[in-house]
């Protein structure tokens, strides 16, 4: 089963959920101390993920690994993104921030 990945608000919460082979939900982080949520997966890709304040979910790729990654764009705004990973997810880590050379 392909994983998901979109975000909510649960009771004024807003949360990273990822569903599939994988099903956790992560809570965003105080978007006034950080400029950036992450996705990590095990195939290397990584994904930023932010609330607008227009209220819309924003995600785009900024790695993408041994697989591939769709976005798809609400007319409301919002984000959803399948990343495919070739092998499977074995994991995914929510972090606040990267590096890369």
Do not use: C, R
């Not at 392909?2 to 919460?13: R, S």
């Not at 992450?38 to 790695?63: C, E, K, M, R, Y």
């Amino acid at each position: 089963m392909p994983i998901t990945v979109h975000g909510m608000t649960d009771d004024n919460i807003p949360i990273i959920k990822v569903g599939g082979d994988i099903t956790e939900e992560f809570e965003l982080s105080d978007t006034s101390a950080y400029d950036d949520d992450l996705l990590a997966f095990s195939d290397g890709t990584v994904l930023h993920i932010a609330l607008a304040d227009s209220g819309a979910w924003q995600i785009s790729p900024l790695v993408t690994g041994a697989g591939t990654v769709e976005i798809h764009s609400a007319p409301d705004g919002h984000d959803d993104a399948t990343p495919h990973l070739p092998a499977g997810p074995a994991w995914v880590v929510h972090g606040i921030g990267w590096a890369k050379s």
